[in-house]
Every structure is written in structure tokens, then in C-alpha cells.
């Protein structure tokens, strides 16, 4: 059905101010008209007709980083180490639809046991299961020392490492995720991969034509993902000036998923964690932030990420994610486009989708509020369309 959405507020995603009073119009799925009212053409198909009255409309958001087949929650890895693949599988559904009603109609899925995320993404896009337009990396991969060993695809060489990154080429994956750094029992932090297999498993992903994203949770296995070339750090709590400096200059992400630690320090001190647990999760909290702080100064480019399911968060919060970037000394105007625009390009979709322009696919939300006044406004979404058609 073609649709009309009059005398609304509009937060186009490309940079421009806010438009306060816009109508936009949508045929066969596509964003066919943009303007005022007052000179918008008369037709005569049957179409809906929205008063948009008092709402914001953005573009549809996109999470650059979440695992669908976790729940999140305070023991979200015992689901993840333990389910089995139907369960898996039916908690992926479940999360699809919960993130789509929040407003994401696109993400990144970055690793999934048995690969199940690429056949979510492709039950998404076929509209089986109804979710975000997903770009799903199947397995994560690592060298011993990053993840626990249940989790992911242990390879102990870089040869081991390229067959299992052709492998989920193979399969259908959109992107490789591969574990940049691990911690030693005592705490210490290491380069998990090393330089030379993450050159290696960089080439090998973009002679394939696709990105490949690293988890970061160290200086120096940061430093050496961004020296291998990788597309985009992921969490990146530790990383140091140099290595932001580094990021800037090759056009490096950061995706800073600070959701991790925002809700395991609410979740602590509701199930009165010991005094160690909570410092652990400060010191990991205020590094981030300074990380991302460090980024943000830098012109690094950050695309938002949650790490729903693969962390305590869990799916459905990206308006959180985006007020704890805006906490952090991002301006919200910037935390949108991170999470519209920006995110798109991340992802490769930016053609298609990421910002409200004629010939776009109509992937928008509808908020009560104007998130650029109060980010909080994104928890109240009004109205979800996905290509065209009304989802909430």
C-alpha cells in the first residue's frame, strides 16, 4: 500500500537541520516525494494517510553490532555457551522482531554459534521472520584466549583462520568477525590474532568483497587490527591515542557498544555484586569512555552498536545506546546520523537505506518527541516502516 505522512517534523539523516513541518510520500516501497503539503501532487491511488502531527520522523535505525541468538541478561553466556540450535533459532525470532519493533530495520549480526545468524538473515529478508534487514557474519573466529573456547571457532594458525573465514563465505556470511584480543588469567591483555594472520584474514575478506569487523578489548590487539586494515573496531575499550590517530587517518570505525557496560553496572548493583565484581565493571566502563572520547576527539567515525544478546543488553535498547553516546560528548544530532547514515555506509547499504531522501527504500520511524532536543525521545517510537510497509 502506498502511503502519505503529512505535517511532520523531519530528521533527514544527511546532515541538513531539522525540518519542522514536512510531508513524505511513499510508493511501491520507495520514498517517492518529499516537501510541503501545500504543493504536494494530488493522486488518485488509495493510500495511507498519516497526520504526523507533533512526531519526529527519522530513518530507520541501524545496530551495527548484535547476536541474535542471545537474550541478553545477567547470564546471557550460559544461553549462549549451552542452547541448543532449535533453541537458538526461536530466540532469534523472538529478537528479530523485538529489535524491528524498536525502530531498527537494519543490523549487523557478528557472530552466532553454528552459524545460525545467516539463516535468520536470510528468513529476514525473505519476510519469514519478521526483523531488521540483517548482514550476519556466522561464526565468530579466534585464535585460543579470546572468547570462551564454547563459543566460537577455534583456529590455531592462519591457514586454520582463512578456511574458516572461507567457509562462512561459503555459507552466505555478509562480513568476518574475528577476536583481535584476549586476557591472560592474571588479567594481562594480548594481541589475541597477532599482525600477520589478521593481514591475512583481512585480504582474504575483502577479496571477497566483504568487510571484516575485530573485537577489541585491548591496546595492542587494537593497534594491530587497525594497522592490519580492519574495517571497524568493535567495542574498542582500550585503545589509545596512537591507535585513534591511526583509525582517523584509514577511515577505521568504532563501533563502542557501551550498552555492555551500562547495563551490567545497573544489573550489578540490583543483585549486589561483590566489591570486586563492581570494580571490574567501573574500570571497564571508564575505559571505554575514555576510548570513545579519545575516538570522538580524533574524528574517528563511530557507528552505533548495542552488543544486544552478546552481553548483558539486550535487544530493543538502542535509544539507550544512543543517550549513552550523547552522556559521553557525542552532540545528538552526531549520535542520529551514527545510527542512520553513518551505520548504512558501515554496513554498505547506504544506497538503499540510512537517510530520508526520493528513491530511498522506506525504512523510517516515527517518534513522539524530537530526539535532537532529548535523545530519550527514542524509547518512544510511534510507528516502524520497513520498505514501504507499517510494521508498528
Known amino acids: 500500500m502506498d502511503l502519505v505522512i503529512r505535517n511532520v517534523r523531519m530528521i533527514d539523516g544527511t546532515g541538513a537541520d531539522t525540518v519542522p513541518n514536512v510531508s513524505v510520500e511513499v510508493a511501491d516501497g520507495r520514498i517517492s516525494w518529499i516537501g510541503e503539503e501545500t504543493a504536494r501532487p494530488r493522486r488518485t491511488v488509495h493510500q495511507q494517510d498519516i497526520d504526523a502531527q507533533g512526531l519526529t520522523l527519522i530513518p530507520g535505525m541501524i545496530d551495527c553490532h548484535e547476536h541474535f541468538t542471545g537474550d541478553g541478561g545477567w547470564e ?14 526461536l530466540k532469534a525470532v523472538g529478537n528479530c522482531r523485538r529489535a524491528l519493533m524498536s525502530g531498527v530495520t537494519s543490523a549487523r549480526d557478528v557472530g552466532a554459534r553454528f552459524g545460525i545468524n545467516i539463516l535468520i538473515a536470510q528468513q529476514t529478508a525473505s519476510g519469514e521472520v519478521l526483523g531488521p534487514r540483517i548482514i550476519a557474519a556466522g561464526e565468530w573466529l579466534q585464535f585460543s584466549g579470546c572468547w570462551p573456547a564454547g563459543l566460537t571457532r577455534r583456529t590455531e594458525t592462519t591457514e586454520e583462520l582463512l578456511i574458516a573465514i572461507q567457509e562462512q563465505i561459503d555459507r552466505g556470511a555478509g562480513l568476518i ?74 577511515g577505521t570505525y568504532m563501533v563502542p557498544t557501551m550498552s555492555t557496560w551500562d547495563v551490567r553496572e545497573r544489573l550489578a548493583l540490583q543483585m549486589r555484586q561483590s566489591r570486586q565484581q563492581m570494580a571490574d565493571i567501573l574500570d571497564r566502563k571508564d575505559n571505554s569512555i575514555a576510548s570513545f572520547k579519545r575516538a570522538l576527539e580524533a574524528g574517528v567515525t563511530i557507528a552505533t552498536g548495542t552488543d544486544a544478546g552478546g552481553s548483558p543488553a539486550r535487544h530493543g535498547f538502542i535509544g539507550r545506546e544512543v543517550e549513552l553516546m550523547v552522556e559521553c560528548g557525542m552532540s545528538p544530532k552526531d549520535a542520529i546520523e551514527s545510527s542512520t547514515r553513518i551505520a548504512a555506509e558501515l554496513l554498505g547499504i547506504q544506497e538503499d537505506v540510512g537517510t530520508i531522501e526520493v528513491g530511498k527504500q522506506a525504512d523510517m520511524v516515527l517518534i513522539d518527541g524530537d530526539p535532537h532536543s532529548d535523545p530519550g525521545a527514542l524509547r518512544n517510537v510511534w510507528a516502524v516502516f520497513q520498505g514501504g510497509r507499517r510494521i508498528r
Open 76 to 89: 546471557s553466556m550460559h544461553g549462549l555457551l549451552n542452547d541448543s540450535q532449535d533453541v537458538f533459532t
Open 177 to 250: 568477525k574475528v577476536g583481535a584480543t584476549g586476557f591472560a588469567p592474571d588479567g594481562t591483555q594480548f594481541s589475541n590474532i597477532g599482525p600477520q594472520a589478521l593481514v591475512a584474514a583481512v585480504r582474504a575478506s575483502h577479496a571477497a568483497g566483504l568487510k571484516i569487523a575485530a573485537h577489541c578489548h585491548g591496546f595492542e590487539g587494537s593497534r594491530d587490527a587497525v594497522e592490519a586494515g580492519i574495517d571497524s573496531v568493535e567495542h574498542g575499550t582500550y585503545v589509545d591515542e596512537p591507535t585513534v590517530r591511526i583509525m582517523a587517518e584509514k
